[in-house]
């Protein structure tokens, strides 16, 4: 499933939806991978049947033009936002994406870009991403998921070790540069002490934190 849209935990391929009802300002998601730098605990992906079964698991990963031939088929103007998620991390696709999102804001300057990711895809490239978003993406929004070094890794047990928390913050302050929106994230299982935290860290850095609840 390449374009999708999702309510409350279930996703629904956006041809389907469209067979079903007319599309009115709606979020659409775009898959590009199934690769991911993190192996999260508390990630449905690492789960053998979520990647036997569910529809978001990719056979293989699409070309840029294979996602931009999807798009040629509907009106921007349905579209309220266009969300790069998916089961994977989109960065580790970054020329793709970057490909499709100037195709995207050819067809509609006016269209919201959003990219939901781990926030490590510097370290994966081994330099600063950010300047490439300038003009394309209106909202980065990055898994923040702890508020200390130590317990991030735990729970995201990243490639790249305890680097990684630093590496995801100095990303964020590196986006606010570049892009209009930048959201750091938690989800809501992780405790009200911890919540209270990250929102500290949040407010240190200048950045707006979102409790999102966990499906």
Request: glycine fraction near 4%.
């Amino acid at each position: 499933m390449l374009l999708y849209t999702a309510n409350n935990g279930d996703y629904e391929n956006l041809a389907d939806r469209m067979q079903r009802e007319p599309l009115r300002k709606t979020n659409v998601y775009v898959n590009l991978t199934n690769q991911c730098t993190c192996a999260c605990t508390f990630c449905l992906r690492n789960t053998k049947e979520m990647r036997e079964s569910n529809s978001l698991w990719l056979k293989r990963e699409p070309s840029a033009q294979e996602v931009i031939a999807e798009f040629a088929k509907y009106d921007m103007k349905n579209f309220k936002e266009i969300i790069f998620c998916g089961f994977g991390e989109p960065t580790m696709r970054l020329d793709i994406l970057i490909e499709i999102a100037s195709y995207l804001k050819q067809r509609n300057k006016n269209i919201s870009l959003r990219i939901n990711t781990n926030g490590l895809c510097d370290l994966q490239a081994g330099k600063e991403i950010a300047p490439l978003f300038q003009g394309l993406i209106d909202t980065v929004s990055i898994s923040l998921n702890a508020s200390t070094a130590a317990e991030y890794l735990r729970l995201t047990r990243s490639k790249f070790g305890i680097q990684s928390f630093d590496a995801m913050l100095a990303f964020a302050v590196s986006c606010k540069k570049y892009v209009p929106h930048v959201v750091l994230t938690v989800v809501d299982c992780i405790g009200e002490t911890e919540i209270i935290a990250c929102q500290s860290l949040a407010d240190k850095l200048g950045l707006t934190l979102r409790v999102r609840s966990f499906e």
